[in-house]
């Protein structure tokens, strides 16, 4: 027994480095199953008997193997898009050409019909006048943009006042 419980111990140690073979792993196992082992091997024992209660657990139903494999191979089904690919790019070629021979043809090479058209006309016969009319109208403007400028120069005013109490208040 001395002999043989020093060579437990060797395979405990063994097997904690990982060097252990499977067979020498299913000696550690059935040495540790028993109830009576010396005092320093009692933690290993009962780690070995919760991975034996556990590997219980773990088993695998007989179809496993079946499912797995079913798994992998619809994985691996080719899909027909797959298999039509360079006649699908060929197809959208020729599609995209179609759609733009007739964009091409529609809005450049065709003269729109006379109600599409639009028609300018001249409203003033006299273009003195016109031009008199039309500075009247963009001075206007530019006065209503000074004076909403004016308006956000008072803002600023007022935004720099903010942070000058904003800087005196602690």
């Given at each position: 027994?001395?002999?043989?419980?020093t060579?437990?111990?060797?395979?405990?140690e063994?097997?904690?480095?990982?060097?252990?073979?499977?067979?020498e792993?299913?000696?550690?196992?059935d040495?540790?199953?028993n109830?009576?082992?010396?005092?320093?091997?009692?933690?290993?024992?009962?780690?070995?008997?919760?991975?034996?209660?556990?590997?219980?657990?773990r088993?695998?139903?007989?179809q496993?193997?079946?499912?797995?494999?079913?798994?992998?191979?619809?994985k691996?089904?080719?899909?027909?898009w797959?298999?039509?690919?360079?006649?699908?790019?060929?197809?959208?070629?020729?599609?995209?050409v179609?759609?733009?021979?007739?964009?091409?043809k529609?809005?450049?090479?065709?003269?729109p019909?006379?109600?599409?058209?639009?028609?300018?006309?001249?409203?003033?016969?006299?273009?003195?006048?016109a031009?008199?009319?039309?500075?009247?109208?963009?001075?206007?403007?530019?006065?209503?943009?000074?004076?909403g400028?004016?308006?956000?120069?008072?803002?600023?005013t007022?935004?720099?006042?903010?942070?000058?109490?904003?800087?005196?208040?602690?």
């Open positions: 027994m001395p002999m043989e419980l060579n437990i111990r060797e395979l405990v063994k097997y904690w480095n990982g060097d252990t073979t499977l067979e792993e299913e000696l550690l196992r040495y540790l199953a109830e009576e082992v010396p005092a320093d091997l009692k933690k290993d024992a009962a780690l070995f008997r919760y991975y034996q209660a556990q590997t219980k657990f088993k695998l139903d007989d496993f193997d079946e499912k797995i494999t079913r798994h992998i191979q619809r691996q089904a080719p899909k027909w797959i298999t039509y690919r360079p006649m699908l790019r060929v197809a959208a070629a020729v599609v995209m179609i759609v733009a021979t007739v964009l091409i529609t809005e450049w090479l065709d003269t019909p006379e109600s599409a058209q639009v028609s300018v006309e001249d409203t003033y016969e006299d273009p003195r006048l031009y008199e009319q039309t500075k009247e109208a963009l001075l206007l403007v530019s006065s209503l943009m000074n004076e400028a004016q308006h956000m120069e008072q803002l600023e007022f935004s720099e006042a903010q942070e000058t109490v904003k800087k005196q208040i602690p």
